[in-house]
């Protein structure tokens, strides 16, 4: 079992940045694949970011590349997600999540644990 807590969201202008932390508490956690998603009001979940279990190597949303930069911390039991040029169509709940396996899917479908969530609002 893995517990995951996010935090850092907030209320945000369009250009500016936020840092969001998730914390993984349970079981090894460089053993997981992590991942950032969000969802909007009215619209389904999606992929923002991903990274190996080394850090070594990640991944990101078409959408967010250039922007968007996810890094992790073994020793801390933590993964971040750097947002900076935030826009408002960034505005959304934002989930990390946790799985043995490389996190790459759009919607998350299988992933196997997923945060609370937090709220990233960017105003115009």
């Known amino acids: 079992q893995v517990q995951l807590v996010e935090s850092g969201g907030g209320l945000v202008q369009a250009g500016g940045s936020l840092r969001l932390s998730c914390v993984a508490s349970?079981?090894?956690?460089?053993?997981?694949?992590m991942g950032w998603f969000r969802q909007a009001p009215g619209k389904e979940r999606r992929f923002v970011a991903g990274?190996?279990?080394?850090?070594?190597?990640?991944w990101l949303a078409d959408s967010v590349k250039g922007r968007f930069t996810i890094s992790r911390d073994n020793a801390r039991n933590t993964v971040y997600l750097q947002m900076t040029s935030l826009k408002p169509e960034d505005t959304a709940v934002y989930y990390c999540a946790a799985d043995p396996q490389l996190i790459t899917g759009v919607s998350g479908a299988g992933v196997d644990y997923w945060g609370q969530g937090t709220q990233v609002t960017v105003s115009s």
């Open positions: 349970g079981r090894t956690f460089s053993s997981y694949g």
């Open positions: 990274i190996n279990r080394s850090g070594g190597s990640t």
